[in-house]
């Protein structure tokens, strides 16, 4: 569809608009691509007339349309190299044999975070390869317990407990000792069910506050298999000029405080995938490249979430170093 012209003028106005935020005149590239101005308008208004760029209201310059950014990624954009510096915060990361394995993941997306300036989200779901390897529990004061719980992959959850009845420190050790008998083994996803059916009928024989004690438990377990979200650089998107408005801050601030739409993210397909405005469901304003990942046996999505006008090649660059690291840790 495009000459070979075209194509150079579409890839400098992205990649000048993506550093400045500013429409780009033709003027200002009549240099580089060796032209007269009125070649460069003529180019322009073809470009516009394909709906690769528009022209806004306040400037006589163009900026790329969601198309144009479109057809930028699928045909124009190259990988970009990491820095030595960039690559070396990642590998202090993945070289750091004290992290447990979420981690390797949490401080890395927030490290790209700070380097993409983009808001990252990170999507966990339980995994049915998770068993359960070891079940603890952390007084903090009479009526509330820090739960820990341990997996076969070196996976580990805590949660606050809140014990509303007096409950004598002999119950609780009989009540654990009961659940560690009883669970470990026991894949995470289904340990819902060996509570309900196994444990509950008998707990009666073996602790006074039995109810008490087994309420807290379920509910903790039952919270330890549904998906987590962790998001670092919140507040990155909403520096953005394209987010100035009190309108759109409040717009956005709400569906990242919406769990249903947050968890509506999730990536499915290989691979690193970048949605562009209307393409993410999410925000037509925005873009969001994501990718799944599986760190032995969970499973999850990692998210970049920023304006249209990102730098999609070291973000595709980035995801895809931490997905090639994480599989070297599987």
Do not use: W
């Not at 009845?165 to 894949?187: F, P, Y």
């Amino acid at each position: 569809m495009l000459n070979g012209r075209q194509v150079e003028l579409l890839k400098l106005i992205v990649e000048d608009y993506i550093k400045t935020a500013k429409p780009v005149s033709s003027k200002a590239i009549c240099d580089t691509l060796n032209c007269s101005s009125a070649t460069i308008r003529n180019e322009m208004a073809a470009l516009e007339e394909y709906g690769l760029l528009e022209k806004t209201h306040i400037s006589s310059g163009r900026i790329p349309s969601e198309k144009g950014y479109r057809y930028y990624v699928d045909n124009i954009m190259q990988p970009k190299e990491l820095t030595g510096e960039d690559m070396l915060k990642l590998q202090t990361i993945f070289q750091n044999s004290s992290l447990v394995l979420d981690d390797y993941i949490t401080k890395s997306v927030e490290i790209v975070s700070e380097m993409t300036n983009l808001t990252a989200v990170i999507l966990g779901k339980s995994s049915k390869e998770n068993f359960v390897s070891k079940v603890e529990v952390v007084p903090i004061n009479e009526h509330n317990l820090i739960a820990i719980v341990v997996t076969d992959k070196g996976h580990v959850e805590h949660r606050n407990l809140t014990i509303e009845e007096d409950v004598s420190a002999n119950d609780i050790k009989q009540t654990v000792d009961l659940i560690n008998k009883m669970i470990v083994g026991t894949q995470l996803d289904e340990v819902g069910s060996v509570l309900e059916y196994k444990i509950k009928p008998i707990i009666a024989n073996y602790v006074k506050q039995h109810e008490a004690l087994y309420n807290a438990f379920y509910n903790a377990f039952n919270d330890f298999t549904k998906e987590s979200v962790v998001m670092a650089g919140r507040k990155n998107i909403l520096m953005q000029p394209e987010f100035s408005t009190p309108e759109k801050i409040r717009d956005i601030v709400s569906k990242f405080e919406d769990k249903q739409v947050i968890n509506r993210i999730t990536e499915e397909d290989d691979g690193v995938n970048i949605y562009i405005g209307s393409e993410t469901e999410f925000d037509d304003d925005v873009t969001i490249i994501k990718t799944k990942y599986n760190l032995n046996g969970e499973e999850g999505t990692i998210a970049l979430i920023g304006p249209k006008r990102m730098e999609y090649d070291k973000a595709v660059t980035l995801l895809n170093y931490i997905t090639s690291n994480i599989d070297k840790e599987d």
